[in-house]
């Protein structure tokens, strides 16, 4: 009900946006791709732009008592004609989806139909549609790269909860953790839309939690050290070895555990191979005196 709710007050926003007399090329294209995504969204519009309709000339002061007769019957028209709209967009053939995913520690490559490249980091999964209006991604989980072919007439949208980074020809990164968001633009702009738009130049990145966006220009090194799992190794500057286990956890079925808040609090710099967590543990043993618990499941951390 909720959702419902949220889709009509969408649709009546979008009515009054047109009606206001400051509707733009782009506000057309963005309404046409909103009533593209879901069919409860071209049924809400349609019906509120009939009651619009029928509002205005019920309220016209040119109109003839008599004619009021006629709203019955005219609405009845419009509404078998939103019948047959709705049926026709649930009789066009169905959208193709192509899903990909890889696995724990997986990294692959893949090509789309529209010609863009997307590489798939570890316990990723997309789902990609090629539509009329827009070229649409649904990064499910985990994290991927997009090198997007430039197409004006479709934008590339990556759909992330409620959040849409959207693109014409660009390349970025897009990384879900729950409901929080990050994206890292590498090449050209995108647009990351929620509650609302901000414009991501290259060299920005963003991460959202909630309707919050913070947003900043890293420098080459550290953007490229960001996206550097593309070619399988993970950069720490002057990191906490909390946050440093927690990113290489992401790669392996075997986790690595933080035994006290001091071994975690520890700073770790270096270059490592996400999956060869043993070296990892062994630069920490030998190199911090770090305690290390091998067990079958885990390896535990703890001060000496």
Excluded at 101 to 130: H, K, P, Y
Excluded at 204 to 228: F, M, N, Y
Excluded at 235 to 262: C, H, K, M, P
Aim: aromatic share 8%.
């Amino acid at each position: 009900m909720a959702n419902h709710r949220l889709i009509e007050e969408r649709a009546a926003a979008w009515l009054v946006k047109r009606n206001s007399g400051d509707w733009t090329a782009n506000d057309e294209a963005d309404l046409g791709n909103w009533l593209a995504q879901k069919t409860s969204h071209r049924v809400a519009f349609l019906r509120l732009e009939v009651q619009q309709s029928l509002a205005f000339d019920a309220a016209s002061p040119d109109r003839k008592p008599r004619a009021r007769a006629w709203y019955p019957a005219v609405a009845a028209v419009l509404v078998v004609a939103i019948g047959v709209g709705v049926a026709f967009w649930l009789m066009r053939p169905p959208v193709q989806a192509d899903v990909y995913a890889t696995q724990v520690g997986g990294l692959e490559t893949v090509t789309l139909r529209d010609g863009s490249g997307v590489t798939l980091n570890t316990a990723t999964r997309i789902q990609f549609e090629l539509r009329a209006h827009e070229r649409r991604i649904e990064l499910r989980s985990g994290e991927a790269y997009f090198t997007v072919s430039k197409d004006p007439q479709r934008p590339f949208v990556v759909e992330v909860g409620d959040k849409r980074v959207v693109a014409l020809g660009t390349q970025f990164a897009v990384r879900r953790e729950g409901t929080e968001v990050r994206v890292v633009v590498t090449e050209g702009s995108v647009n990351l839309q929620g509650d609302r738009s901000e414009r991501l130049e290259s060299g920005s990145v963003a991460r959202t939690r909630g309707s919050d966006i913070l947003i900043r220009k890293e420098r080459e090194d550290d953007l490229q050290a960001l996206v550097g799992w593309r070619d399988g190794r993970l950069t720490f500057r002057d990191t906490t070895l909390a946050e440093a286990v927690a990113e290489l956890n992401r790669y392996n079925v075997r986790q690595i555990e933080i035994g006290d808040s001091q071994v975690g609090a520890l700073r770790v710099s270096g270059t490592f191979r996400p999956t060869h967590y043993e070296a990892f543990v062994r630069l920490l043993r030998e190199g911090y005196a770090i305690r290390v618990a091998d067990r079958s499941d885990k390896i535990i951390l703890t001060q000496n």
